[in-house]
């Protein structure tokens, strides 16, 4: 949860790709100014020394892009009432096209 509360902050995470950090820590895309911070795959020194540096080099180079990477990860609706809508509607569907059992 504390890439979660990061961002709410305005604080831009970099994470191991792995588990919950996979699912909430998108990978930043300059082309498409999308993201909400930096991934890496290899559980390594080199892999976060990487992600570190291409992060301070969009801070450094891109100071706007990094501004607005920042005001995405705050923006996010990340509340529990979210959450609850999207589990109810997977029950939702789930009612639509119930399974057959004989």
Same mark, same amino acid.
């Given at each position: 949860?504390?890439?979660? %509360?990061? /961002? ?6 970099? @994470?191991?790709?792995? !588990? !919950? ?9 300059? &082309?498409?100014? @999308? !993201?909400?911070?930096?991934?890496y795959?290899?559980?390594? @020194?080199?892999?976060?020394? %990487? ?11 891109h ?6 990477? #920042?005001?995405? !990860? /705050? ?9 609850? #809508? #999207? %589990?109810? #509607?997977?029950?939702? &569907? ?5 399974? %057959?059992?004989?």
């Amino acid at each position: 949860l504390n890439q979660l %509360y990061a /961002m709410r902050y305005g604080a831009v995470p970099v @994470a191991h790709k792995t !588990g !919950g950090l996979r699912n909430t820590v998108i990978d930043f895309n300059p &082309w498409e100014k @999308a !993201g909400t911070g930096w991934t890496y795959t290899n559980c390594d @020194a080199d892999g976060l020394i %990487y992600s570190v540096s291409v992060a301070v080099q969009t801070l450094k180079a891109h100071t706007d892009d990094f501004r607005a990477l #920042q005001k995405r !990860g /705050m923006s996010q609706d990340l509340s529990w009432d979210k959450a609850a #809508q #999207q %589990y109810e #509607q997977i029950f939702e &569907w789930a009612l639509i096209d119930p399974p %057959y059992c004989q």
